[in-house]
T-cell receptor, first 117, second 116 residues
C-alpha cells in the first residue's frame, strides 16, 4: 500500500483567488493522479502528473486553470486558479506504482474539501 | 467507451444483515477491478483489488467476485455493522482506456446505511 497525505484538508476561499493543494506519498511512485469530486457525484480525473514532464490533462481540464507540478517521485501539487463557486469540490490525489497490468492497485489521499464563496 | 454502473444507488439495511452491492461494466477488456469505500467528505479507501484472471477476493467480512464475461462484479458484506455505513465505489482499469496510463473508470457509487 501507500500512505498519502494532502494539505490542506479543507479550505474556504473567495471567488477569484487561487489555492494550491499538496500531495505527499511515503514512498516513490511512478504515477500520480488528480481527481475532482463535485457534490453528490463520482470521481472525474483532472490530469496525470508525470515526474520530469508536463502533466497530461483530460478533456475539459486545462493547464491554465489547474496547473500541476511533479518535482519528484513522492510529491505533487495541484493549483485551482481564479476560483468560482463551481470549483467547490473534493480534490483527491491518487498514486500507483507501476504502469498497466492487472496487479496495479491505486491508492487515494484523504482529499481536500474546497468551498468557494 | 467503457461505462461502469452501480446498483442500487442507495441501500438501507438493519444491523447484522448480509448484503450485496453490484457493479456492471460494458467492456470486458479490463486489467482489474477495485472496490473502494468513501466516508462523507473524505478520500477513498481501497477495499479489494480483483485481477482480471481472478474470480474472487476476500478480506475479513468482505468478499468481492468478478465475472468478466458478463461484465459484473459483486461486493458481499457479511454481518453488516453501523460502521460499514459509507459510499462504496467500484472502478475498472480498462485495457483500451487505461492500459498504459493506469486511468481508472469509476462507477456512480452505492450509498449504504446500516441501521443500529
Amino acid at each position: 500500500s501507500a500512505v498519502i497525505s494532502q494539505k490542506p484538508s479543507r479550505d474556504i476561499c473567495q471567488r477569484g483567488t487561487s489555492l494550491t493543494i499538496q500531495c505527499q506519498v511515503d514512498s516513490q511512485v511512478t504515477m500520480m493522479f488528480w481527481y475532482r469530486q463535485q457534490p453528490g457525484q463520482s470521481l472525474t480525473l483532472i490530469a496525470t502528473a508525470n515526474q520530469g514532464s508536463e502533466a497530461t490533462y483530460e478533456s475539459g481540464f486545462v493547464i491554465d486553470k489547474f496547473p500541476i507540478s511533479r518535482p519528484n517521485l513522492t510529491f505533487s501539487t495541484l493549483t485551482v486558479s481564479n476560483m468560482s463557486p463551481e470549483d467547490s469540490s473534493i480534490y483527491l490525489c491518487s498514486v500507483s506504482r507501476g504502469v498497466g497490468g492487472s496487479y496495479n492497485e491505486q491508492f487515494f489521499g484523504p482529499g481536500t474539501r474546497l468551498t468557494v464563496l | 467507451k467503457q461505462e461502469v454502473t452501480q446498483i442500487p444507488a442507495a441501500l438501507s439495511v438493519p444491523e447484522g444483515e448480509n448484503l450485496v452491492l453490484n457493479c456492471s461494466f460494458t467492456d470486458s477488456a479490463i486489467y482489474n477491478l477495485q472496490w473502494f469505500r468513501q466516508d462523507p467528505g473524505k478520500g477513498l479507501t481501497s477495499l479489494l483489488l480483483i485481477q482480471s484472471s481472478q474470480r474472487e477476493q476476500t478480506s475479513g467480512r468482505l468478499n468481492a467476485s468478478l465475472d468478466k464475461s458478463s461484465g459484473r462484479s459483486t461486493l458481499y458484506i457479511a454481518a453488516s455493522q453501523p460502521g460499514d455505513s459509507a459510499t462504496y465505489l467500484c472502478a475498472v482499469l480498462d485495457m483500451n482506456y487505461g492500459g498504459a496510463t493506469n486511468k481508472l473508470i469509476f462507477g456512480t457509487g452505492t450509498l449504504l446505511a446500516v441501521q443500529p
